[in-house]
């Protein structure tokens, strides 16, 4: 389900700060919990360190990231994999 648009697209006020103060200062990067935040033009070219729920994992952000969400692009979960049996 999409958001009103009326409302305009979901960012945390800080992440939005830290993008601007980004352009200016030219961090190596940004840390944020915000996995439910947009990603707008102006986030292009950063890099971004979101927190999976046990670590902070990096995101460089393309311009075909545009106009999705943070935690998409961010794996929670680790993959299952089969383990195996040693022949005796």
């Not at 935040?37 to 950063?46: D, H, V, Y």
């Amino acid at each position: 389900m999409k958001r009103v648009k009326w409302k305009g697209p979901f960012i945390q006020h800080n992440l939005l700060k830290q993008i601007k103060n980004f352009k200016m200062f030219s961090k190596n990067s940004i840390k944020t919990v915000s996995k439910n935040s947009m990603i707008l033009p102006s986030f292009i070219g950063a890099a971004l360190q979101v927190y999976n729920g046990k670590t902070f994992m990096i995101l460089k952000v393309v311009d075909d990231m545009v106009d999705h969400k943070v935690g998409e692009f961010i794996a929670t979960r680790k993959q299952f994999s089969y383990k195996k049996k040693k022949n005796k």
